[in-house]
C-alpha cells in the first residue's frame, strides 16, 4: 500500500474537482496515520467512557424512530478544547475551506463536525444531510479512521447520483466530500467491526 501523503493541493483539486465534475470528491491520506490514529484512539476513548450519544437527542428526539433510520452514536468536536490531533485536523480544514472559498467562491464561512461510532451491525439509511432546520449546511465532509480496512468489512457508503450507486469503503485517511443538499448517500452495516469517523458539514451562516 502507498502511505505518502499527497501534496495538499492536489488533494484539494481532488475533492473540489470531484463534486464538480460527479456529484462527489474523494482523495486518500488527508491526515498523515500518525494523526488518524490519535483521533480514533480519541474517539473509542469517548466511546469506551459513555461520553457519545446518539444524534439528535433533545426534546422532540424519538429513539425508535431514530435507530429505524441510524444506528451510530456521536460526539461534537470542540474546537476550543481540541488536543493536538484535532487541533492539526482543523488547521488543515481551515486550509481547505480558505482554498475552496477562493477558487469556488463558496464563502462558506462555518462549520461543525462530529466524531461516529457505527457498532457492528449498525447503519444510517438513505438521506440528504440538509433538513429544514439546518439550511447553512453547505457541504457534507467525512474522514474516515478504520485501520487495515478490508473489502469483506462491508461499511461502504454509497453516493447516489443519477441512478447509480457509488460505494467507497471507510478506509483510514480516506475523505468523501459532497454537497449537503443535493447528494444522497447511504451507511451500509459492517457486520462484524465498528465503523469509527468524524463527519461534518461546511456552512454558510
Ligand atoms: C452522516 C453520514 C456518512 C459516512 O453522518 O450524515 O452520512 O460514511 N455519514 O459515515
Ligand atoms: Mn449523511
Redesign the pocket.
Known sequence: MNNTVPPELEQFENLINGFMEQGFGTCEHFLEPAVINGLRNKLLKLHESGEMHPAGIGKNFDYKKNAEIRG?VIRWLDEGNADEQEQLFFEKLDRFVNHLNSTCYTGINGYEFHY?YYAPGSF?KR?L?RFRSDKGRQF?F?IYLNDNWQETDGGE?SLYLENTDTRLA?VAGRV?FFKSDETE?E?HVAPGRARL?I?GWLKKL
Do not use: C, F, R, T
Request: glycine fraction near 0%.
Open positions: 451510530d461516529a444510517y438521506h444531510d457534507s467525512v457508503i471507510p468523501v448517500h451507511v469517523s463527519a
